[in-house]
């Protein structure tokens, strides 16, 4: 069974930042695709970003493109998302996902395979 802890979310103001990570307890010899979304309160859980294994390869929303960073250090089996320049409209529920069946860019929220329990990013305007 693989776990997902999120952790770093919490209270900012506009324009300021957060770092959020993700430790997974996955097998080691397994290479996995990692992402991030989101569900803001009323609506649909959304895709934020994603990253292959080897991180070469990152893939974004358009609306987090240019202030959101994507990372992850395989050898603590975590992934991190940095954001920047944190607006209203990114207050929301965040949650890292694993995609087991594949190394490489996963952005379809019904193709992951585990996800955390969320962790809480609320920006005050």
């Known amino acids: 069974q693989v776990q997902l802890a999120e952790s770093g979310g919490g209270l900012v103001q506009t324009g300021e930042s957060l770092r959020l990570s993700c430790a997974a307890s996955?097998?080691?010899?397994?290479?996995?695709?990692m992402s991030w979304f989101r569900q803001a309160p009323g609506k649909e859980r959304e895709f934020v970003a994603a990253i292959s294994w080897g991180g070469a390869s990152r893939n974004y929303a358009d609306s987090v493109k240019g202030r959101f960073t994507i990372s992850r250090d395989n050898a603590k089996n975590t992934v991190y998302l940095h954001m920047n320049s944190l607006k209203p409209e990114d207050t929301a529920v965040y949650y890292c996902?694993?995609?087991?069946?594949?190394?490489?860019?996963?952005?379809?929220?019904?193709?992951?395979?585990?996800w955390g329990k969320g962790t809480l990013v609320t920006v005050s305007s």
């Open positions: 996955v097998r080691t010899g397994i290479r996995y695709a």
């Open positions: 996902a694993a995609d087991l069946k594949q190394s490489g860019v996963a952005t379809n929220p019904n193709g992951m395979d585990y």
